[in-house]
């Protein structure tokens, strides 16, 4: 009898499309042993053949009627999925019959064992429920890694934490007790040098250390380097760069096959010397064909003749003489921005990385082994690649490059290696992602925009996927964003922020979602097909953690005061 009564204490008062309400007459009865009830805690409501909708209190109100003395607790709860009699757990669906005949707190035993539904070879832990921390949340490691993630959460929400746990956990992974590396590759965009501390075995590449071929770039991140988009003549510049580099590449390699953008050396200073004299170039008047070099006068049988000749030196020509000697074609004013441009790039000791001596010599082979972290003893695997040196106006050209080299890489590595043998799948993280993919249409993202996008929409076919860092979702390139299967939403303080999340997210839950604006530091909405059901988790322990704390200001202020060194940071600074 007292079973029924407790039973009864719960019922359900009204069923919608994606809400049940139901009526509770006594909470602490209804409530299991040892458990909190709140809102976000799961229900389980039944039918009479035992089957059952699993549901995520939403809110809930207090009546308390004329006629009666207790209070009543209104629930209103949003289903997201159903249990069947074998236990077997489905997202969706609202097959319960009507009218349903009990209403219970799902069991921690019965949560945990929807939750590891998941294989046991591909589940993959880095969370706890809120509620109780004592349920673990997997997920599907093979879909959450090979379907692009997003992490998004306003500054302290606890991004980079919730980054370091799970690269730091997946690093761990193996299979069986082998000794050393894990086959895990992954690439961390870290553009404020945040994650040395949390890996300290990473493979560490910087401004200072990385060399990074401007001779791989393509048309697109070359021209963002060396051409003014917005300039009157930027189109005549790009023709003129792209024959002149072809020709170059052709002549350096000894392939007149090679296209421009082949990933093969050629010399920007070659080519400069090349633009350099086609700015003076001078002719005869009656004998166009004549070039009139100051050391000796010379004709060319054709452009590519001419430019092979022009890659050696810079030439001094005759003076123009009315009926006598002419301007060339580009001897007009019009390549002088773009040849001192050209040249500041050249000689700017911060792009050394780019384009200094060693570029020069390194080869293909060995750039593609500095950033996948294949260097002998050296090997890693993650490559922390911090940018906060890189000048911001080629910030996203090499992000580019990169990106667009391992998306390559990931091509051809499918095409040429057997079907049958190991692969070496590949994340890249993208942290900050609004820095160097944001939604506005602007030509000095377009290098970094298209390789990004590119690798969001085809990268899962070539093993290549990634994770999109930001505090910023509404700033993103939807293009990018919107390919993300799986979301890790922490605090959202801005609302235009939150709506775009909330648009996007594959599940529209009401008790997750509008719980954005209040989460506490670690803690996250956790959403996507990797995921038997949406979560509000708690991000797992991170050690050693990132150095992105805040600076505690009024316990720094309260110390004596500090001496700085000024000549050290300025000699830092200038360099």
Known sequence: MMDEEKELNAIVTGVFPNK??????????????GEKLSVGSYLRISD?????????????????????????????????????????????GNNIAIPPVSVEPAKKEEIQKIYNQIKKEKIFSFSSLVQDETITVPVDGDRFFNKHISIIGATGSGKSYTLGTILQKVTKEKENNYEGLNNSHIIVFDLHGEYNTAFPSANQLSADNLVLPYWLMNGEELEE????????????????????ITRNKQKINEDDK??????????????????????????????????????????????EEKYDYYFENEFEFEEVKRSSINKGTYNDGT??????????KITDETLNFLLGKEVEEISFKKALEQILSYQNEKCANLTLIDLSGVPFDVLSITVSLISRLIFEYGYYFKRTIDENLDKTPILLVYEEAHKYVPKIQSAKYNSSRFAIERIAKEGRKYGVTLVLVTQRPSEISETIFSQCNNFIAMRLTNPEDQNYVKRLLPDSLGPLTESLPILSSGEAILIGDSLVMPSLVKIDECNPEPSSKDINYLQEWKKKWVNVEFDKIINKWSK
């Open 48 to 92: 009479s053949e035992d089957c059952a909708i699993i549901a995520i209190i939403e809110n809930f109100s207090i009546e308390k009627r004329e006629d009666e003395s207790e209070r009543r607790y209104i629930l209103e709860a949003i289903p997201i999925g159903f249990l069947d009699n074998d236990s077997e757990f489905t997202r969706g």
């Open 20 to 33: 049940v309400k139901i009526e509770v007459k006594n909470i602490e009865d209804f409530k299991v042993a």
């Open 225 to 244: 380097l060396f051409v003014e988009s917005g300039e009157f003549q930027a189109y005549n510049q790009v023709s003129l760069l792209r024959r002149i």
């Open 335 to 344: 390549l002088e921005k773009f040849i001192s441009r050209i040249k500041n």
């Open 258 to 303: 090679v296209l421009f953008d082949s990933p093969v050396k050629f010399s920007i200073k070659q080519v400069l010397n090349c633009i350099i004299n086609l700015s003076k170039e001078t002719r005869d008047y009656t004998n166009p064909s004549e070039i009139k070099i100051k050391s000796s006068a010379q004709e060319f049988s054709s452009d």
